[in-house]
């Protein structure tokens, strides 16, 4: 009698306990497809600010590019108003 008391109140036992561990093993499957789910984004957004900073350096090559445009050009501006002025100076 002893022995199918313990039986009982280790089945009693054991039935939440394997319910616990089912539901823990579910949560556990449903964090690591999460998990691999961000890390696919992570991946993602990776690739991603590689591609912008490689157009960014583009960008800042071709800036200076412009600005050292603009230099020469601002020179040969400050030629041709010199010369302009002195166009005037010798027409006076």
């Known amino acids: 009698?002893?022995?199918?008391?313990?039986?009982?109140?280790v089945t009693l036992a054991l039935i939440p306990a394997l319910?616990?561990?089912?539901l823990t093993?579910?949560?556990i499957g449903d964090l690591q497809a999460r998990y691999e789910q961000q890390q696919a984004k992570i991946m993602t957004l990776q690739a991603e600010v590689k591609a912008v900073n490689k157009r960014t350096q583009a960008m800042e090559v071709q800036s200076a590019k412009i600005e050292t445009k603009l230099?020469?050009?601002?020179?040969?501006?400050?030629?041709?108003?010199?010369m302009l002025a002195v166009?005037?100076?010798a027409r006076d």
């Open 25 to 27: 093993m579910r949560d």
């Open 19 to 22: 319910g616990w561990v089912m």
């Open 87 to 89: 166009y005037e100076d």
């Open 1 to 9: 009698m002893n022995w199918d008391k313990a039986k009982d109140v």
């Open 71 to 82: 230099e020469a050009l601002g020179q040969q501006l400050t030629r041709i108003e010199r």
